[in-house]
């Protein structure tokens, strides 16, 4: 009888610290999990980075002063085409009503091809400010992506779309100020080549 009760002692002793010894890792495992789980994120204005930056506080004046070179040359050829009108008005009464279709019709050709003209430029125009605009949001979009490494953040979502936020989840002068040290400046040329795909995308 003795023998049997210090056997079922011994098996007690056992299945107990088996019990613990289960309990702990099934504690583990379970810290383990909420940490994989842990969800951390951060928000970005993206419309201040966008405005604030040097980079496209360089691009506005470059388009500027191309759209007043163009204008300058369009209100020259304007002010040609109203002439030339005129004179045309003029000459209605001593040409024949072969001569004058044929003078109007010429007139409407060159003032056609004005038109079309300043509707070519502003196409590209706006496809330049679009290319350049284009090299912002993508370094943008880099250093976003930067951040979100070294912070090992989950997700990272737009200021617009949060209602109430602490300010250590805003990264916002962060990032315009490495946008800043990156892309200072971006040249806007004008091209007749086709959007590039970036373009396209943004």
Same mark, same amino acid.
């Given at each position: 009888?003795?023998?049997?009760?210090?056997?079922? @002692?011994?098996?007690?002793?056992?299945?107990?610290?088996?019990?613990?010894?289960?309990?702990?890792?099934?504690?583990?495992?379970? !810290?383990?999990? @909420?940490?994989?789980? *842990?969800?951390?994120?951060?928000? %970005? !204005?993206?419309?201040?980075?966008?405005?604030?930056? #040097?980079?496209?506080?360089?691009?506005?004046?470059?388009?500027?002063?191309?759209?007043?070179?163009?204008?300058?040359?369009?209100?020259?050829q304007e002010?040609?085409?109203?002439g030339a009108?005129?004179?045309?008005?003029?000459?209605?009464?001593?040409?024949?009503?072969?001569?004058?279709?044929?003078?109007?019709? *010429?007139?409407?050709?060159?003032?056609?091809?004005?038109?079309?003209?300043?509707?070519?430029?502003?196409?590209?125009?706006?496809?330049?400010?679009?290319?350049?605009?284009? #090299?912002?949001?993508?370094?943008?979009?880099?250093?976003?992506?930067? %951040?979100?490494?070294?912070?090992?953040?989950?997700?990272?979502?737009p200021r617009?779309?949060?209602?109430?936020?602490?300010? #250590?989840? !805003?990264?916002?002068?962060?990032?315009?100020?490495?946008?800043?040290?990156?892309?200072?400046?971006? @040249?806007?040329?004008?091209?007749?080549?086709?959007?590039?795909?970036?373009?396209?995308?943004?």
């Amino acid at each position: 009888m003795k023998t049997g009760s210090r056997v079922r @002692a011994g098996l007690a002793c056992v299945l107990v610290a088996a019990a613990l010894v289960l309990s702990g890792a099934g504690m583990r495992t379970a !810290d383990a999990q @909420a940490k994989d789980s *842990e969800f951390s994120f951060a928000v %970005i !204005d993206v419309q201040r980075v966008i405005r604030d930056s #040097k980079a496209t506080r360089s691009i506005r004046p470059q388009i500027e002063k191309l759209k007043e070179g163009y204008e300058s040359g369009f209100k020259k050829q304007e002010e040609e085409l109203r002439g030339a009108n005129q004179d045309l008005a003029g000459q209605r009464a001593i040409l024949s009503p072969e001569a004058y279709a044929d003078r109007r019709r *010429e007139f409407q050709q060159r003032a056609t091809g004005v038109q079309r003209e300043v509707q070519e430029t502003k196409r590209l125009l706006d496809r330049a400010l679009g290319s350049a605009m284009s #090299k912002v949001h993508n370094s943008l979009r880099q250093i976003t992506a930067e %951040i979100a490494k070294e912070q090992s953040l989950t997700a990272i979502f737009p200021r617009t779309a949060v209602i109430l936020v602490e300010r #250590k989840y !805003d990264i916002t002068s962060e990032v315009l100020k490495r946008l800043d040290q990156q892309l200072p400046s971006v @040249a806007v040329t004008i091209t007749n080549n086709p959007p590039s795909a970036d373009e396209n995308k943004r």
